[in-house]
C-alpha cells in the first residue's frame, strides 16, 4: 500500500513570505496530523483532523498557521507571514483511528523541510 | 503534561552490542509507542505497549512499562549499523489525549 506523500520535500523562503505544504494521507485513514520538528526536537503536534473535522488545534499558531482537510482527504497546511523560528520540518502522519481517539499507530510521511531566510 | 522524556539524550555503541533507552511520562496512559527515525526522513512505528500489558517483543525489540514508575525501555538486541537512528517514545493519555513525543534518544551504532 501506498504511504503518507508529502509535497514539496524542501523550500526556502524569506521571513514575511507565505508558504503552503500538502499531504495525502494512507487511503482509509480517517485520521490526519500535521506535526512540526525543530531539529534535535522530538514532533509537536499541530493539528489533527478527523474526517474533515478540527479535533485538537491546540498548539497552531492560529495568528500564522492555517490547516484545511478538504472532504476527508489530503490536507494543506499554510504559513502566513512566514517568521525565522518557523524552520522545521513539517510531518503529516496518517491513522485509522476513529472517534477523534489517537490510540494505534501513526503512519508518518517523509515530511518537508522548511528554512526560513 | 504527559510529555515522554527519553533517556539518555546519546547512546554511541558497538555492532552487535545492545542498546537500552529509557523513557519517563508523567500522567495516566492508554498505551506507549516507539518510533524511529533516521536522519531526514520521517518517523516509523517499531511498537505499541498498552498500559495493562508489561513487556512485549517484536524481533530484535523488547519493551517494557512499568506504570507505576511511568517508565518504559526500549532494549534492541545485537545491534547493526543499520540500527543507527533517533529514537522517540510517545504516549497516548488514558482517555485518548493525543501523542506526545519525547525529545528523543541518538543512537550510532558503530560498525
Known amino acids: 500500500e501506498a504511504g503518507v506523500a508529502q509535497s514539496p520535500r524542501y523550500k526556502i523562503i524569506e521571513k514575511r513570505q507565505s508558504v503552503a505544504f500538502w499531504c495525502n494521507p494512507i487511503?482509509?485513514?480517517?485520521?490526519l496530523y500535521w506535526y512540526q520538528q525543530i531539529l534535535g526536537q522530538g514532533p509537536k503536534l499541530l493539528i489533527q483532523f478527523q474526517n474533515n473535522g478540527v479535533v485538537d488545534d491546540s498548539q497552531l499558531p492560529k495568528d500564522r498557521f492555517s490547516a484545511e482537510r478538504l472532504k476527508g482527504v489530503d490536507s494543506t497546511l499554510k504559513i502566513q507571514p512566514a517568521k525565522l523560528e518557523d524552520s522545521a520540518v513539517y510531518l503529516c502522519?496518517?491513522?485509522?483511528?476513529?472517534?477523534?481517539?489517537?490510540?494505534?499507530?501513526?503512519?508518518f510521511g517523509p515530511g518537508t523541510r522548511l528554512t526560513v531566510l | 503534561s504527559q510529555q515522554g522524556e527519553e533517556d539518555p539524550q546519546a547512546l554511541s555503541i558497538q555492532e552487535g552490542e545492545n542498546a537500552t533507552m529509557n523513557c519517563s511520562y508523567k500522567t495516566s496512559i492508554n498505551n506507549l509507542q516507539w518510533y524511529r527515525q533516521n536522519s531526514g526522513r520521517g518517523l516509523v512505528h517499531l511498537i505499541l505497549i498498552r498500559s495493562n500489558e508489561r513487556e512485549k517483543h517484536s524481533g530484535r525489540l523488547r519493551v517494557t512499562l512499568d506504570t507505576s514508575k511511568k517508565s518504559s525501555s526500549l532494549l534492541i538486541t545485537a545491534s547493526r549499523a543499520a540500527d543507527t537512528a533517533s529514537y522517540f517514545c510517545a504516549t497516548v493519555g488514558a482517555y485518548g489525549q493525543n501523542f506526545v513525543f519525547g525529545p528523543g534518544t541518538r543512537l550510532s551504532v558503530l560498525p
Open positions: 502522519a496518517s491513522s485509522l483511528a476513529a472517534g477523534g481517539i489517537s490510540y494505534n499507530e501513526q503512519f
Open positions: 487511503s482509509g485513514h480517517a485520521t
